[in-house]
């Protein structure tokens, strides 16, 4: 019997960590795909979204996941803290810049967000606000980082935050986390979010 050989997408050439690439191809389709099984990610290549974010593959896994979204022309994304089996450090993000060439990474620590600058991709910095005490720390944290871009969780609280976080870092917002309807996608960007990231199928284009 011939055994099947799979050839795995081969690695983009040049990697664009364009801020301004990513915030023009948001005016077009305000929608981030959230990717958390390698299954999902069929219909995200098919899909209208220009972005995708990865974000619990193993390490071993992702070479291939990314550079397949880039072969559609799309932008990559990692969140370097959930993935199991790298360095959640300088050395995990110069290994995702430098070997895997992602455009972006997504992370919830300040010093992460100074070394993906450094790689010069783009820094997402996330900001999971569980209660208002949460927030004055958050706030801290992006005026020490400087990230390119702030993504915000839960999706309901944004309306109640934004305009703390545009006051102290006026900065491009992406809403996550809980946006599972068409209302609340509108609701967010209506709000002044760049662009809605959502692991919800039907909300992808």
Known sequence: MATRIVVPP?????????????????????????????????????????????????????????????????????H????AGLGKDRAGIAFLA??????????????LVAAAKAERVIAMQRLLLHDDLALPSALAALDHARP?????LPGVIFP?????????????????????EPEQRNAALERGAVAISTGTTSLWP
Do not use: C
């Not at 430098?98 to 010093?111: F, L, M, P, Q, Y």
């Open 10 to 78: 081969a690695r983009v050439g040049a990697v664009d960590g364009s801020v301004t690439r990513l915030l023009d191809a948001f005016s077009r389709v305000p929608v981030a795909a959230v990717i958390s099984r390698a299954e999902e990610l069929p219909r995200a290549l098919t899909s209208q979204v220009p972005v995708v974010f990865f974000l619990r593959p193993p390490a071993f896994h992702l070479g291939p996941l990314v550079w397949a979204v880039q072969a559609r022309g799309k932008m990559a994304f990692v």
């Open 80 to 83: 370097i803290d959930l993935i």
């Open 98 to 111: 430098r070997e895997i060439g992602v455009n972006g990474i997504i992370t919830s620590h300040s010093a």
């Open 148 to 152: 390119d871009i702030v993504e915000v």
């Open 160 to 180: 109640l935050v934004v305009d703390r976080i545009r006051a102290r870092v006026p900065l491009p917002i992406i809403v996550g986390g809980f946006v599972t």
